[in-house]
């Protein structure tokens, strides 16, 4: 019975995906690259992002955590910005119900969303600092994917734009904590720990686990075995290019979300008041 149950499990993870369709997986995009290769780079990317891990870490140590634990009231938008979350992430899983095709909810994305998720439900603290400052700089996976979407195996209604829904809301979330204050303060712009934090972590998630478990199933979980059919830099050096540009991206993106945030929060006032004043008056 119990062998059943696995059997079903699996098949409800990874039966549906179909390697027909280009960049989803199969034993053709698991040999992409030479054995050799993906094993080299496997070993100095891990290596690497072990090292930015500690080295992060240390530095972040060393500063420590001011945290502050103001009480803030609930809202009615934090309320409708986490059941909307929760709609559109629910209904996307829904899609990987019906598709047999739960392995993917694995891809970083999707992760990110998940911990959002956690941030508008946990009360302010030391765990939700830390991974509101995190997920800040894992946000060029969204970029990405609204730059080039590789929507190919997306083929139900309505499959398509939640896949939009979900990548734009991974923006409004952080941007409204942002606006909160409080705990959901991002660190100083001229430091740079908790991003490479962040690049250590997702280096290592990407070739200590998402790789091994694609291999294992040959699917092509956020394309660790085979490029996507977006992909700019197709090649057998594709994850060396990617590798280097999301690194670059991740180091720099959180900061440019932030800074722009700040840049833009006394038009936003500005706004706020100019729409209050005639409500008033109507009042």
Same mark, same amino acid.
């Given at each position: 019975m119990s062998r059943y149950n696995a059997c079903v499990l699996l098949d409800w993870a990874y039966g549906g995906v179909d390697p027909r369709l280009a960049g989803n997986g199969g034993a053709e995009c698991a040999a992409f690259l030479p054995q050799g290769q993906r094993w080299l780079e496997s070993l100095v990317f891990v290596s690497l992002s072990l090292l930015e891990m500690a080295l992060a870490i240390r530095k972040i140590r060393r500063q420590g955590l001011s945290v502050d634990l103001r009480k803030q009231d609930e809202s009615l938008a934090k309320n409708l910005l986490l059941v909307a979350l929760?709609?559109?992430?629910? &209904?996307e899983v829904g899609f990987k119900f019906a598709t047999r095709t739960l392995i993917f909810l694995l891809n970083p994305c999707h992760v990110v969303t998940m911990l959002q998720i956690f941030l508008l439900v946990c009360p302010p603290g030391r765990i939700a600092l830390i991974i509101f400052r995190l997920q800040m700089h894992m946000l060029n996976g969204a970029l990405l994917a609204l730059l080039f979407p590789v929507v190919n195996t997306? +083929?139900?209604?309505?499959?398509?734009?939640?896949?939009?829904?979900?990548?734009?809301?991974?923006?409004i979330v952080p941007l409204y904590l942002l606006q909160k204050g409080g705990v959901y303060q991002p660190e100083p712009l001229g430091d740079f720990w908790w991003a490479l934090l962040a690049t250590g972590l997702l280096l290592f998630y990407h070739f200590a686990f998402l790789q091994i478990l694609g291999l294992v199933t040959e699917v092509n979980l956020n394309n660790m075995l085979c490029p996507a059919v977006s992909d700019p830099f197709y090649s057998s050096w594709y994850r060396i290019w990617a590798s280097g540009h999301q690194t670059l991206l991740t180091v720099t993106h959180g900061k440019? &979300?932030?800074?722009?945030?700040? *840049? *833009?929060?006394? *038009?936003? $006032?500005?706004? &706020?008041?100019?729409? $209050?004043?005639? +409500? $008033? $008056?109507? &009042?």
């Open positions: 929760c709609l559109t992430f629910g &209904v997306r +083929l139900l209604p309505f499959e398509l734009e939640i896949y939009y829904i979900q990548h734009v809301t991974l923006y440019l &979300v932030t800074s722009l945030f700040y *840049a *833009a929060t006394p *038009a936003r $006032k500005y706004l &706020v008041d100019v729409i $209050k004043l005639p +409500l $008033k $008056k109507f &009042v």
